[in-house]
């Protein structure tokens, strides 16, 4: 079993920058599929991005491609996501989780773990 904490979250002006990270205990990063996702409030959790299991294949949501970019440490057992040109819209609670398939999956359902949720909050 996998425990995920995210970091990297906070307040940025629109235009910004910002890299998430997502550290794991218990087991490698590289067991499992990683993914990104997020939270605003009264909406639904929306799929973001996801790293493959043997880290060759990514996906990214239409709403953050070219703008974001997934990445894995597999020394410092961390996968991150760096997300820039923010806006307002990005303003969500953000989070990790950890799929046991081998392929990016975007159904929030296909990730067993999850961590805690990291805020990001973009002014304008």
């Known amino acids: 079993q996998v425990q995920l904490v995210e970091s990297g979250g906070g307040l940025v002006q629109a235009g910004g920058s910002l890299r998430l990270s997502c550290r794991a205990s218990g087991r490698s990063v590289n067991s499992y599929t990683m993914g990104w996702f997020r939270q605003a409030p009264g909406k639904e959790r929306e799929f973001l991005s996801a790293?493959?299991?043997?880290?060759?294949?990514?996906g990214y949501a239409n709403s953050v491609k070219g703008r974001s970019t997934i990445s894995r440490d597999n020394a410092n057992n961390t996968v991150y996501l760096q997300m820039n040109s923010l806006t307002p819209e990005d303003t969500a609670v953000y989070y990790c989780a950890a799929s046991p398939g081998s392929v990016p999956t975007m159904g929030p359902r296909n990730y067993d773990y999850w961590g805690q949720g990291t805020q990001v909050t973009v002014s304008s």
């Open positions: 790293l493959s299991r043997n880290g060759l294949t990514t």
